[in-house]
Nanobody, 124 residues
């Protein structure tokens, strides 16, 4: 049974930092592209970042470029999202997702497995 478990969310002031983690089990982690999505209240789920299985390729949505960094530790079956210079607009539930295709997609429909999400709230 595939499980993706996110952690690291919380409440932080604007300008602060958080590091999200997603621990994966029940899948061949080294064969999966991993991604982070987020969903703010009343909005659709949106792509944040993705990383290829080998970490060679990464992709980010424009609004987080230069502030967020996605990385992975294949020995620990874990993917991370380092979030710096956080803004009010980053408030959302953040989801981890996995895709076996080998390609770095930005569309949620391409991802096979999802975590339950972790809440990130940015205060002014």
């Amino acid at each position: 049974q595939v499980q993706l478990v996110e952690s690291g969310g919380g409440l932080v002031q604007a300008g602060g930092s958080l590091r999200l983690s997603c621990a994966a089990s029940g899948l061949m982690f080294t064969k999966h592209v991993m991604a982070w999505f987020r969903q703010a209240p009343g909005k659709e789920r949106e792509f944040v970042a993705a990383i290829s299985a080998s970490s060679i390729t990464t992709a980010y949505t424009d609004s987080v470029k230069g502030r967020f960094t996605i990385s992975r530790d294949n020995a620990k079956n874990t993917v991370y999202l380092q979030m710096n210079s956080l803004k009010l607009g980053d408030t959302a539930v953040y989801y981890c997702a996995a895709d076996y295709s080998g390609l770095v997609f930005r569309s949620a429909e391409n991802y096979d497995y999802w975590g339950q999400g972790t809440q990130v709230t940015i205060s002014s």
